[in-house]
């Protein structure tokens, strides 16, 4: 197919409520904002979205629709670059990286729809099954609720494997963080993995007792023990305990994480598609960590992360993060049950195959 240029690209942003008040190990909130992208050409629309401020939408519409519009649909390589040139000064990390990661998810599910493919197809499938693991847990929930949403991952969907919030306060409330893990392990049985994340919480050393402290407990995950930009420090504890150590959600391009393994700071990388420059950017990251002997796991958002990790022959699995499966729920049809902890993108229906549910979004739209 040639000669479909883009002809529309438009970006709005809605801010959801959580359902309950939610914190982590370092920080607090009481909603989520997603920024999605919709850009059309050859009678075709596709959908991104990141979940990131609202200035991401003016980015989209500022800075990057001219860097889109008019262009071949097909060359999302072209726009891509097109897309970093334009943010050079303003740099494309951050509000400028959502933003491009928006619109880049945006092109792929265009591309695919106007091939008639879905999207793992296009990409070229290694996989039907994408493994998930169930992640909320906040600091914020008291045990009954805690006990309520891992077991009914574990023994009501069946998805075996869970990862709770720790660190709590920055790292002060270490006894609290090791009831917790108790109260998770007691929660989901002995047969299913249990992970931990404390968001950059912990000191190195502080992170090593607590993984010693909770040993019993057979966590098998710790994710960001200490800030993901001390890489002395998350290698520290790597080498210390024996939990696999993940960091690299906030990786922004291949020079980030290319440093970030080259460190020996992580047993498995973690990237963001909505972050790290979107299906594009997320495929590069794949590679760094192939290239360094890891696997590379998808942080939150897994509707939109399931084809793309379809296509990798290095996926651990994703994140299927309480808030973003409730918003993306809500948004679109075509979402992806995680049935025995796993989910499977449709092989027949285009693009992402998600279709925007406007109605039930127009209440949470600000911008």
Request: charged letters at 20%; glycine letters at 12%; hydrophobic letters at 40%.
């Amino acid at each position: 197919m040639t000669d479909t240029p883009v002809t529309g690209l438009s970006a709005a942003v809605y801010t959801i409520p959580t359902d309950a008040p939610e914190a982590d190990g370092t920080t607090a909130w009481s909603s989520t904002t997603m920024v999605l992208v919709r850009v059309q050409a050859g009678g075709q629309e596709g959908l991104g979205w990141t979940y990131g401020p609202a200035a991401c939408a003016s980015v989209v519409r500022e800075t990057l629709v001219d860097c889109v519009l008019g262009r071949e649909a097909m060359d999302i390589a072209g726009c891509f670059a097109s897309m970093l040139g334009a943010v050079r000064n303003q740099g494309a990390a951050g509000v400028c990286g959502y933003a491009i990661s928006a619109v880049d998810i945006a092109l792929w599910d265009l591309k695919a729809r106007l091939l008639g493919l879905p999207l793992h197809r296009l990409l070229g499938a290694v996989r039907q099954d994408v493994p998930v693991y169930g992640s909320g847990g906040f600091t914020t929930y008291d045990t009954d609720r805690l006990h309520r949403q891992l077991s009914g991952w574990v023994h009501g969907e069946g998805i075996p494997r869970v990862k709770i919030k720790i660190g709590q306060s920055w790292g002060t409330e270490t006894t609290r963080d090791l009831e917790r893990i108790g109260q998770a392990r007691e929660a989901i049985g002995d047969d299913a993995e249990l992970f931990v994340d404390a968001n950059g919480g912990y000191s190195a050393k502080q992170a090593i007792r607590i993984a010693e402290a909770a040993r019993h407990d057979g966590v098998t995950w710790f994710e960001e023990p200490v800030s993901s930009d001390d890489l002395a420090g998350l290698g520290q504890v790597r080498d210390a305990v024996a939990p696999d150590v993940a960091a690299g959600e906030y990786g922004s391009d291949p020079v980030y994480f290319r440093r970030m393994c080259a460190a020996g700071a992580v047993d498995c990388l973690q990237a963001d598609a909505t972050r790290c420059g979107g299906i594009t950017g997320w495929l590069r990251a794949a590679v760094v960590a192939h290239a360094h002997g890891l696997e590379l796991s998808g942080h939150c958002a897994p509707h939109l992360h399931a084809h793309a990790a379809a296509s990798i022959p290095n996926l651990r699995h994703l994140e299927w993060f309480h808030d973003h499966v409730r918003i993306e729920n809500l948004f679109f049809d075509g979402t992806l049950p995680p049935t025995g902890g796993v989910i499977r993108p449709d092989p027949d229906v285009p693009g992402l195959g998600l279709v925007f549910r406007e109605a039930h979004a127009r209440p949470y739209a600000v911008d």
